[in-house]
């Protein structure tokens, strides 16, 4: 069963950054790309980010493009998302999860149970 740990999240005025982490064990983490999710209020889960099983490619919501950089650490099986000039609209729970790389839906069924980033105006 795959375990999924997320974390780094907190509260940050609008136009700050923060940098969350994933920590997964249970799979073969250099096998998968991996992607990260947010859930704002009231609102489904949204894809934000992925990367491929290397780090070589990355892919982006329209919505964090050239504010948000994926990166990963396969010796440590941890994937990590840099936000900068954050903005309100930004607030939600984050979730990693694995992905097929280009697509945006998390291929397996566990979530973790997110962190929560909190940006103020």
């Known amino acids: 069963q795959v375990q999924l740990v997320e974390s780094g999240g907190g509260l940050v005025q609008a136009g700050g950054s923060l940098r969350l982490s994933c920590a997964v064990s249970?799979?073969?983490?250099?096998?998968?790309?991996m992607g990260w999710f947010r859930q704002a209020p009231g609102k489904g889960r949204q894809f934000v980010t992925g990367?491929?099983?290397?780090?070589?490619?990355?892919y982006y919501a329209d919505s964090v493009k050239g504010r948000f950089t994926i990166s990963r650490d396969n010796a440590k099986n941890t994937v990590y998302l840099q936000m900068n000039s954050l903005k309100p609209e930004d607030t939600a729970v984050y979730y990693c999860n694995a992905v097929q790389f280009g697509y945006r839906v998390g291929l397996w069924r566990d979530w973790g149970q997110g962190t929560q980033v909190t940006v103020s105006s």
């Open positions: 990367i491929s099983w290397n780090g070589g490619s990355t």
């Open positions: 249970g799979r073969t983490f250099r096998n998968y790309s």
